[in-house]
């Protein structure tokens, strides 16, 4: 499983040690409300870090917890998946964050590392990613990334604004 770096951040692969900081995360509705609409509960965040370990044995690649190098603390999750969580379709990006790390430049960071991660260790042609299209904040970390707005898609039974990235443009955003 990867660790990956950044310069405030270790993004760690989601396990049983992290559950406290995740549930804290994912149980804050203003954090769950562009993902799923409700907070979770206990049992939710438990059973997401056994998909998660899942599939990290299975694609050596899924959920990472984000963890903020000074304070030892999870201020946020993020993936790379398979879109609508089927082999068949490219991979997604994907991030959450603590509400009191907002607008910090918290989420860009995580996603530099994570969508170098998919393009240079995967080599994946192509990396899509999806938000409520009420959500700006996320669709700014998708364009500063470098992403295009594709158009409305429907995934994981909502509306939602899809924006993606070759591996040819994120190349040439590394020239």
Same mark, same amino acid.
């Given at each position: 499983m990867t660790i990956l770096n950044t310069q405030r951040l270790r993004l760690e692969p989601c396990s049983d040690a992290h559950f406290e900081g995740l549930y804290e995360l994912n149980r804050d509705p203003e954090v769950m409300r562009y993902i799923t609409g409700k907070p979770e509960t206990p049992e939710d965040t438990r059973a997401m870090i056994e998909r998660v370990k899942a599939r990290w044995a299975e694609f050596g690649y899924s959920w990472w917890s984000f963890i903020d190098k000074e304070s030892g603390q999870i201020i946020g999750a993020g993936c790379i998946q398979h879109l609508g969580r089927d082999a068949a379709n490219p991979l997604e990006i994907g991030w959450r964050l603590? #509400? +009191?790390? &907002?607008?910090?430049?918290?989420? *860009? /960071?995580? @996603? =530099?590392?994570?969508? =170098?991660? $998919?393009? /240079?260790?995967? #080599? @994946?042609?192509?990396?899509?990613?999806?938000? +409520?299209? $009420?959500? *700006? @904040?996320?669709?700014?970390?998708? /364009?500063?990334?470098?992403?295009? !707005?594709?158009?409305? /898609?429907? &995934? !994981?039974d909502m509306d939602t604004a899809v924006y993606q990235m070759t591996d040819r443009d994120w190349l040439a955003r590394q020239l």
């Open positions: 603590r #509400k +009191d790390r &907002w607008h910090q430049g918290f989420a *860009s /960071e995580a @996603a =530099q590392a994570m969508a =170098q991660f $998919a393009f /240079e260790t995967l #080599k @994946a042609p192509l990396l899509v990613a999806v938000c +409520d299209p $009420a959500n *700006s @904040a996320s669709s700014r970390v998708m /364009e500063r990334l470098g992403m295009s !707005y594709r158009g409305r /898609e429907r &995934w !994981y």
